[in-house]
């Protein structure tokens, strides 16, 4: 599976800002989707998840602020980011899972098989 994120750039505080990522070589209705992050100086931490049938999950401080979607007519999953702060500058990433992991493994970076090349989000004033 090929991944394709998108939509990063330079946002303002309180901005907000949409990445997707959309994928080739297998049909995204057969994988759960996460987005992680990777800040400066930081590892990769979890940010949200969608599973093949849509619900979603998220990193808790991020909940309310952050949704994520997919369409899987379109092999595209979405991260709606409001409300953003400096905290959110990083890059991120989003990655594919198989139907079968387990929800414990969906929260770390080991249980995707399959990245994106990752999109720069940059929130500065």
């Known amino acids: 599976v090929q991944l394709q994120a998108c939509g990063g750039g330079l946002v303002q505080p309180g901005g907000s800002l949409r990445l997707s990522c959309t994928t080739s070589?297998?049909?995204?209705?057969?994988?759960?989707m996460g987005w992680f992050r990777q800040g400066p100086g930081k590892e990769r931490e979890f940010v949200a998840v969608i599973k093949w049938r849509g619900s979603p999950a998220y990193k808790q401080s991020l909940k309310g602020r952050f949704t994520i979607s997919r369409d899987n007519a379109k092999n595209t999953v979405s991260l709606q980011m409001n409300s953003v702060t400096p905290e959110d500058t990083a890059v991120y990433y989003c990655?594919?899972?198989?139907?079968?992991?387990?929800?414990?493994?969906?929260?770390?970076?080991?249980?995707?098989?399959?990245w994106g090349q990752g999109t720069q989000v940059t929130v500065s004033s």
């Open positions: 990655a594919v899972a198989r139907t079968s992991t387990i929800m414990s493994q969906l929260w770390i970076p080991d249980g995707y098989e399959s």
């Open positions: 070589g297998a049909t995204l209705s057969g994988y759960h």
